[in-house]
């Protein structure tokens, strides 16, 4: 009663990385018919190893609600992509799509003012190479100043490093998000 009287309206945002305990505990807490709304979206369900189910998103009106209607939303229109990206993105989506069971995800759309994009694959024998081959890309791609962003994403945290030591031996300004050791860098 004190939770919900503190806390008059509840966002459950990432929803699709809710476990069994945590949503019986969300359930127990706030819901039914407290004034909730979930966000998630079940191609990002990742946490199936500690229980999390792309399913909550899909039982969620039945389970937080005893008076319909709740209302759903899809927020599939992606505003950060190009066309080429996102036709990639549902390619790779529908395996993760036919093992939800019940949950049908729209596709992603591009926005209106979204470039048609381009994909391109390169294999490199280590990771120098492949920072030498980012260096090259982003250098045939980037022009400084005109407000473009590139992002380079990592198989995995321990390439991080080794990506942004040829970023800056190239002089390219960048930005590390999630790289382990943050005393080491001069910021």
Known sequence: RIMRERYRLV????FQDTSVPQLEFLLRLFGPDHPITAVGDPNQAIYGWRGASAQALADFQQRFSTTPPVTTLPLNTSFRNDREIL???NHVAIPLQLSTGEVTV???AAADHADDGQIAVSL???IGSEGEQIVRTVNA????GKGETIAVLCRTRRHLGTVAM????????HEVVGLSGLL????
């Not at 791609?141 to 400084?144: D, E, G, I, K, V």
């Not at 040829?166 to 300004?173: G, V, Y």
């Open 87 to 89: 036709s990639l993105a």
């Open 184 to 187: 080491s860098t001069p910021e």
């Open 106 to 108: 729209p596709s992603l």
């Open 141 to 144: 791609l980037w022009q400084p």
């Open 166 to 173: 040829a970023l800056a031996e190239a002089d390219i300004p």
């Open 11 to 14: 966002l459950l945002d990432e």
């Open 124 to 126: 490199a024998p280590d």
